[in-house]
């Protein structure tokens, strides 16, 4: 109704006067990550969910095509990587390459390239929703082509251990991203009773600050890959196992349970 908008528009005039000028805390940055962010994932928990469920969908339909079609992992992987790939199975070590690059380079590339998939990933919801789950498609497809080619080659446990090492932060990050990029694109698009350029505003924030939350496990997951995926052949399956379920645990836990929790306590106050 008209008058709802006026009520909003009021409610921004004001919160701009309040806060325009006012210094930063010294604690702000741990309020950022202690409430603000898990509030903001709490608020978009139910894009999360569709994020997930296009990512593991569009992995299933990856699976299913390379299953039918031998040549379409050339297509989605590239003809020269799955050819290098399968010159490394045959010299016993299928994961080599990630040992061919300095620690260091490969941990800034890696990182780098993760936070840039992210952002490209947010930003396309500016093309509406529709165009953050065309990136989870892709990247949900990679990932179904990938695990389908090594379980073709019966390594799919060895893979499976090897990626999931750090895939496990770098994939939920990605997801995760995702949600922020629905939420940019239905602000954009379907405002509801707020002005689409005030509503847009607010959607560039809340998102930017969701992925500024995710940063550091982006940084965690390319420090892991650079530095602890090279050893997987040395590595015991105990020890493959707790880092997978730890990421897993760290990932569930500060993005859905605590937000939720968080929530809770501040609706009861």
């Given at each position: 109704?008209?008058?709802?908008?006026?009520?909003?528009?009021?409610?921004?005039?004001?919160?701009?006067?309040?806060?325009?000028?006012?210094?930063?805390?010294?604690?702000?940055?741990?309020?950022?990550?202690?409430?603000?962010?898990?509030?903001?994932?709490?608020?978009?928990?139910?894009?999360?969910?569709?994020?997930?469920?296009?990512?593991?969908?569009?992995?299933?339909?990856?699976?299913?095509?390379?299953?039918?079609?031998?040549?379409?992992?050339?297509?989605?992987?590239?003809?020269?990587?799955?050819?290098?790939?399968?010159?490394?199975?045959?010299?016993?070590?299928?994961?080599?390459?990630?040992?061919?690059?300095?620690?260091?380079?490969?941990?800034?590339?890696?990182?780098?390239?993760?936070?840039?998939?992210?952002?490209?990933?947010?930003?396309?919801?500016?093309?509406?929703?529709?165009?953050?789950?065309?990136?989870?498609?892709?990247?949900?497809?990679?990932?179904?082509?990938?695990?389908?080619?090594?379980?073709?080659?019966?390594?799919?446990?060895?893979?499976?251990?090897?990626?999931?090492?750090?895939?496990?932060?770098?994939?939920?990050?990605?997801?995760?991203?995702?949600?922020?990029?629905?939420?940019?694109?239905?602000?954009?698009?379907?405002?509801?009773?707020?002005?689409?350029?005030?509503?847009?505003k607010i959607a560039i924030r809340?998102?930017?600050?969701?992925?500024?939350?995710?940063?550091?496990?982006?940084?965690?997951?390319?420090?892991?890959?650079?530095?602890?995926?090279?050893?997987?052949?040395?590595?015991?399956?105990?020890a493959n196992i707790l880092i997978?379920?730890?990421?897993?645990?760290?990932?569930?836990?500060?993005?859905?349970?605590?937000?939720?929790?968080?929530a809770n306590k501040i609706t009861?106050?």
């Amino acid at each position: 109704s008209e008058t709802t908008r006026y009520l909003n528009q009021m409610a921004i005039k004001l919160h701009r006067q309040i806060y325009r000028n006012q210094k930063e805390k010294s604690s702000r940055i741990a309020s950022l990550f202690k409430t603000e962010i898990p509030l903001l994932f709490n608020k978009n928990a139910r894009f999360i969910y569709i994020s997930l469920a296009v990512f593991l969908l569009s992995a299933l339909l990856g699976c299913l095509s390379v299953h039918h079609d031998s040549d379409f992992a050339n297509t989605i992987l590239g003809a020269e990587y799955v050819q290098m790939t399968i010159q490394n199975i045959q010299k016993g070590d299928p994961m080599a390459v990630y040992g061919k690059m300095d620690e260091e380079v490969m941990f800034l590339l890696i990182t780098t390239n993760n936070i840039f998939v992210s952002f490209l990933v947010f930003l396309f919801g500016f093309l509406t929703p529709l165009g953050t789950l065309w990136q989870l498609f892709r990247n949900g497809m990679m990932v179904g082509v990938f695990q389908t080619f090594f379980f073709e080659q019966n390594l799919l446990h060895t893979a499976t251990m090897a990626i999931m090492i750090h895939g496990t932060l770098e994939l939920s990050a990605i997801v995760l991203a995702g949600s922020a990029g629905i939420a940019l694109g239905k602000n954009i698009f379907f405002p509801g009773t707020l002005p689409r350029l005030e509503s847009f505003k607010i959607a560039i924030r809340e998102g930017t600050i969701m992925l500024i939350g995710l940063v550091p496990v982006f940084v965690l997951a390319g420090f892991i890959e650079s530095y602890i995926t090279r050893h997987y052949n040395h590595m015991s399956l105990t020890a493959n196992i707790l880092i997978i379920v730890f990421s897993f645990t760290f990932i569930v836990g500060y993005f859905i349970v605590y937000p939720k929790k968080i929530a809770n306590k501040i609706t009861k106050n």
